[in-house]
């Protein structure tokens, strides 16, 4: 398993929280979401090998929220 950190810009309530947590969990090889309101912190456990940065990144933007910064 892979594991990459996110920062997202516009999260602001428990809802966006949820939202993005809706949008990235689907995708397939997503094995985990942990999501830090505080600083907008989105780290996804996933396998490499199915997914990556872009389709988090889609996803993400998709759901109205802005990928700022990964690492």
Do not use: H, W
Request: aromatic fraction near 4%; glycine fraction near 14%.
């Amino acid at each position: 398993m892979e594991k990459i950190t996110l920062t997202v810009k516009g999260m602001t309530c428990m809802g966006c929280v949820k939202s993005v947590r809706n949008v990235l969990e689907p995708i397939p090889g997503v094995a985990g979401v942990e999501i830090t309101l505080d600083g907008g912190q989105v780290t996804i456990s996933y396998d490499a090998a199915q997914t990556g940065l872009n389709q988090f990144a889609a996803a993400i933007q998709d759901a109205g929220y802005e990928v700022v910064g990964n690492g």
